[in-house]
């Protein structure tokens, strides 16, 4: 495939980041035996892979905005772009040997999505999408699932933990939800489960209370690869909502329908 300038230097710095991280992801495993855990070894991981990522797209556009997980976002002078960048996209999953996590960039142009990169290096996978010219998964072009109806498919979820999130609401979408899928599953890394819809996987994927930097890539990724995307209430003002329903046109609006579904009796 053809890859815009742009594009090959997300990739780019896609591909240093998760360099960085497979070194770490290793020492990770082997701190799990210790006394004092891998706690503060994994921020210092997430931190120097933000900051490879930051160099690199820097170098190429410096006058771009930046919105990163762990240093915030800084201003820039162009004023129609910026990158949002996840340097460790399930970092409880890396915190814990688990293979499921992802370096994931986006850029935004007046206020759209306009190009995406997902990249797991403990699996090797490389997501990249730009705005009409399709998704694909280490070159090879990828689509939605085509199931019609939920009974047939398996979903995703994010699932709010200690502290976190209403775990209220969550335990009535999910009531709600395993009645009507043949599965559902949580992966731990909202990034990768946008991606897996997009190369059909999975056939949906639904969770609340996301950051930016959480599903940006993953948005154009999804539609580039013929599905549907809105935040929880049907709107499209995704990013500030934080929330997020997708699938093929059939099962994202079949699963937005069931998430939301009131308690019986009120």
Not at 153 to 168: D, Q, T
Not at 172 to 181: A, D, F, N, Q, Y
Not at 226 to 242: A, P, R, T, Y
Request: proline share 3%.
């Amino acid at each position: 495939m053809a890859r815009s300038a742009l594009l090959n230097v997300m990739v780019q710095a896609a591909l240093k980041a998760g360099k960085s991280l497979s070194r770490d992801f290793g020492e990770v495993q082997n701190l799990q035996v210790s006394v004092k855990g891998p706690s503060d070894f994994v921020s210092q991981a997430d931190i120097k892979a933000e900051k490879i990522v930051r160099d690199e797209l820097m170098k190429a556009r410096p006058t771009y905005d930046f919105l990163g997980e762990e240093g915030g976002e800084e201003k820039g002078s162009d004023g129609a772009h910026r990158w949002i960048v996840d340097p460790l996209d399930g970092t409880t999953n890396f915190l814990h040997g688990i293979p499921q996590f992802a370096v994931s960039i986006a850029l935004e142009r007046n206020g759209e999505i306009v190009a995406g990169v997902i990249f797991n290096p403990a699996t090797d996978e490389l997501y990249t999408a730009e705005r009409g010219f399709g998704a694909f998964l280490n070159d090879r072009r990828i689509r939605v699932a085509a199931r019609k109806v939920l009974s047939d498919c398996v979903v995703s979820c994010g699932a709010p933990h200690l502290g976190r999130g209403n775990h209220g609401k969550f335990l009535v979408e999910l009531r709600h939800t395993m009645g009507e899928v043949a599965g559902i599953r949580r992966f731990g890394a909202a990034s990768l489960d946008l991606a897996y819809v997009a190369a059909g996987r999975i056939d949906g994927f639904w969770e609340a209370d996301l950051a930016p930097w959480d599903i940006a890539a993953g948005l154009i990724l999804i539609r580039e690869a013929g599905g549907f995307v809105s935040e929880m209430g049907g709107q499209q003002d995704i990013l500030n909502q934080g929330s997020v329903v997708a699938g093929n046109e059939y099962i994202q609006k079949a699963l937005l329908e069931v998430v939301n579904r009131p308690i019986p009796g009120r």
